[in-house]
């Protein structure tokens, strides 16, 4: 099952501002008191852009006129938009969030998705990662953000819209009913102004009234924005992260670990979910490597990293595994470990014939062993990545740690 974030700054612009204000010596923080973002307090021209809770306490709205701000509010504050500003910040959360899981795909400046599925491993609960990775951004950058957790992009943009500032939210499938289908259709992610009258028109005022609609009547009156808001409404949505993935530079993973690991029984495991990864997101991609790097960072913030050629290329997740560990092998000095990369490079075409080694004598590279692999993946994508695992013991080979496949 994956789990996915959606990260959403709180009132980021405002916050942003605000943070730029007590830089300059400002006493007050904006976020504290009643505040907008947009126009200036002189001409009072222009529109909210952002603005603070206490000033949504006087019925406040983003986009609505400043100056209809200030009959809400005569003492409200207002800051001038500073849109170079926003994008350094922006530049400087994204990168943070990628220390963390490299899986991002950016939606606007203050938000975005993030593919948390191995992140989560590290911890009991996703929901306790997710808090994790909320703690570290206040911690490192003085504003907060929400998390949504779910299995999906829809749902997790839904969750994260639940309760502001400062919190993380789930909305997994279980939970559509109890947690989503009593808010307003207006709530519901591209339901907008106009779909909202036709569906009013319809008698449909909540999401639960409109995820037990028909679609087909639906679609009659909306099109196919009608069957999507349908979906919706029921939680589905199959859209991929639409990550960067620039493959001159290679497909790789990285992942700060929650607490720093000292023993290779420990940062083995690790290593082994890292090239699970690039093995699978290679195949996805249709190419296979003829490289790899592995990238250590320590406790200290000291790094290292080290690549070497494969004898031939490939996507199998346990090529890749070993010559990660024998890299990691050869590069760690010993020190506690904070966060782990294996990379794959040099790719070319999935489709390019397999040039055998004239010393492949290994099971685990064997043309048989080739035609196991994409059975199991045949199986695993007709029934689900659950249906087939694979089983690991530890063995001692002159003093090194490594970790012998068993398929069971």
């Given at each position: 099952m994956s789990i996915i974030f959606h990260v959403d700054v709180n009132s980021a612009f405002l916050s942003w501002s605000a943070l730029e204000e007590l830089k300059k010596g400002e006493e007050v923080d904006l976020r504290e008191v009643p505040s907008i973002v947009g126009g200036d307090q002189s001409t009072r021209h222009g529109v909210v852009l952002a603005k603070s809770l206490p000033a949504r306490k006087y019925g406040i709205h983003t986009g609505e006129p400043v100056v209809n701000a200030f009959r809400k509010c005569p003492d409200l504050r207002t800051v001038a938009p500073d849109h170079e500003t926003y994008r350094r910040y922006s530049r400087k959360l994204m990168s943070f969030l990628q220390e963390f899981i490299s899986d991002l795909e950016p939606v606007s400046i203050d938000e975005c998705y993030l593919d948390a599925t191995e992140f989560s491993e590290g911890f009991e609960t996703p929901v306790e990662a997710a808090a994790f990775l909320k703690?570290?951004?206040?911690?490192?950058?003085?504003?907060?953000?929400?998390?949504?957790v779910s299995t999906n992009k829809l749902l997790a943009k839904m969750a994260?819209?639940?309760?502001?500032?400062?919190k993380v939210h789930t909305l997994f499938p279980e939970e559509i009913q109890k947690k989503m289908w009593k808010l307003s259709v207006r709530e519901l992610f591209m339901a907008g102004r106009a779909s909202t009258e036709v569906l009013k028109k319809l008698e449909i005022s909540t999401i639960g009234q409109l995820a037990q609609a028909?679609?087909?009547?639906?679609?009659?009156?909306?099109?196919?924005?009608?069957?999507r808001l349908w979906e919706f409404a029921n939680g589905v949505d199959t859209s991929p992260l639409q990550t960067e993935r620039q493959a001159a530079k290679g497909i790789g993973n990285s992942v700060t670990l929650p607490k720093d690991l000292k023993t290779q029984e420990e940062l083995f495991p690790?290593?082994?979910?890292l090239s699970r990864k690039v093995?699978?997101?290679?195949s996805g991609a249709g190419q296979k490597a003829l490289a790899l790097s592995v990238e250590i960072k320590y406790y200290n913030f000291e790094t290292s990293s080290h690549q070497k050629p494969l004898?031939?290329?490939?996507?199998?997740?346990?090529?890749?595994?070993?010559?990660?560990?024998?890299?990691?092998?050869?590069?760690?000095?010993?020190?506690?470990?904070?966060?782990?990369g294996v990379r794959s490079m040099k790719l070319v075409s999935g489709r390019e014939p397999r040039q055998m080694s004239l010393f492949e004598r290994e099971v685990w590279r064997s043309p048989q062993r080739e035609r196991l692999e994409k059975d199991m993946k045949k199986l695993q994508k007709t029934y689900g990545e659950q249906v087939l695992a694979k089983g690991f013991?530890?063995?001692g080979k002159r003093g090194e740690e490594i970790y012998e496949e068993r398929n069971r």
């Open positions: 703690d570290r951004v206040k911690e490192t950058f003085g504003f907060t953000v929400n998390v949504g994260s819209d639940f309760e502001k500032p400062d028909d679609p087909v009547l639906l679609e009659s009156h909306l099109k196919s924005h009608g069957r690790v290593l082994l979910s093995g699978k997101r290679l004898e031939t290329a490939t996507d199998d997740p346990m090529v890749l595994y070993k010559a990660a560990t024998e890299l990691f092998l050869e590069r760690w000095n010993g020190k506690p470990v904070r966060l782990l013991r530890r063995t």
